[in-house]
């Protein structure tokens, strides 16, 4: 995702993950309708106060465990998927942000 712009998935992110009736592997399940953005684009995001949300691997956080950044003010609000292994984005959870014109 390029700087400065998102894009809102219809599709069902990160945890709770179930099992796919078909092909028996394990799919996201979490709430659709999540926002993406670049991560150079979270300004005021800090980490989750919860350090095992925060984990990751080698080269930053994997988000699979779900939410792992907070708002300042402390609200639990978006994912950070910023390993060498994935796609880095960052991703806004629907029910914590507000819309604004």
């Not at 069902?12 to 659709?32: C, D, K, M, Q, R």
């Not at 402390?74 to 960052?90: F, H, K, N, P, W």
């Amino acid at each position: 995702m390029p700087p400065g712009t998102f894009a809102i998935d219809p599709d069902p992110s990160g945890p709770p993950y179930v099992l796919a009736e078909l092909s028996g592997f394990l799919v996201e399940a979490g709430p659709h309708g999540t926002i993406v953005l670049n991560p150079s684009d979270s300004l005021g995001l800090e980490a989750h106060p919860d350090i095992v949300m925060r984990r990751g691997y080698c080269c930053g956080m994997d988000g699979e465990w779900g939410p792992n950044l907070a708002c300042t003010c402390g609200e639990i609000m978006a994912t950070l998927y910023s390993d060498c292994y994935q796609v880095q984005e960052l991703r806004l959870q629907p029910d914590a942000v507000d819309h604004c014109a």
